[in-house]
């Protein structure tokens, strides 16, 4: 069975960073690249970001690019989100998701913006 | 960017009765090779996101067969053949053809009359 458990959300201060973590499990991770969707409350779904197996290859929205960092650890089976200079507009579940085809999903983590 | 647009955005169904989501794309989603990224997702209340239909027609493990996908170029639909209970929520399509970005549609939430 495929698992993925995400961790690391909670509320920040704009301006303040946070690095989500996705732990997986049951799935060839190494082979597969990964991606991060957000879901602000009562909205509907946004691609952040996708990694490729390697990791050599990194794709991201435009309004988070240069502030959000998408990295994997092949050996750990985990990805990673590291999310700067956070701005309200970025409250949101993240889910963390398998592939750019988006097989599987996490159960999200809720990252608040707010002072 | 891909805009995908949805109808309806509200779609109450009779239980036991077929319902119908269009999604339409601002650009084909044939790529070079002849493939189409073409996805559709269904949300349950306060459920995560699951992938129902990949590339346009295929269901995923698991999926009731009263669920099924069409469509081609830029104009695609999820039909349910007779709506359950267990299918009220929030239904996304979504294209990875042309990305980055990967885009979703607005979403079409299904309810029960």
């Known amino acids: 069975e495929v698992q993925l458990v995400e961790s690391g959300g909670g509320l920040v201060q704009p301006g303040g960073s946070l690095r989500l973590s996705c732990a997986v499990s049951g799935y060839t991770f190494s082979n597969n690249a990964m991606t991060w969707v957000r879901q602000a409350p009562g909205k509907g779904l946004e691609w952040v970001a996708t990694?490729?197996?390697?990791?050599?290859?990194?794709f991201y929205l435009g309004s988070v690019k240069d502030r959000f960092f998408i990295s994997r650890d092949n050996s750990k089976n985990t990805l990673f989100l590291q999310m700067n200079t956070l701005r309200a507009e970025d409250t949101a579940i993240y889910y963390c998701v398998t592939g750019h085809w988006l097989d599987y999903w996490g159960q999200g983590t809720l990252v608040t913006v707010s002072s | 960017d891909v805009v995908m647009t949805q109808s309806p955005l509200s779609l109450p169904v009779t239980l036991g009765q077929p319902a119908s989501i269009s999604c339409r794309s601002s650009?084909?989603?044939?790529?070079?090779?002849?493939?189409?990224?073409f996805h559709w997702f269904q949300q349950r209340p306060g459920q995560s996101p699951r992938r129902l239909i990949y590339?346009?027609?295929n269901r995923d493990s698991g999926v009731p067969d009263r669920f099924s996908g069409s469509g081609s170029g830029t104009d695609f639909t999820l039909k349910i053949s007779r709506v359950e209970a267990e299918d009220v929520g929030v239904y996304y399509c979504?294209?990875?053809?042309?990305?980055?970005?990967?885009?979703f549609g607005q979403g079409t939430r299904l309810e029960i009359k």
């Open positions: 979504m294209q990875c053809t042309h990305w980055p970005p990967i885009t």
């Open positions: 590339r346009v027609s």
């Open positions: 990694i490729l197996l390697d990791g050599s290859s990194k």
């Open positions: 650009q084909s989603l044939v790529d070079s090779n002849g493939n189409t990224c």
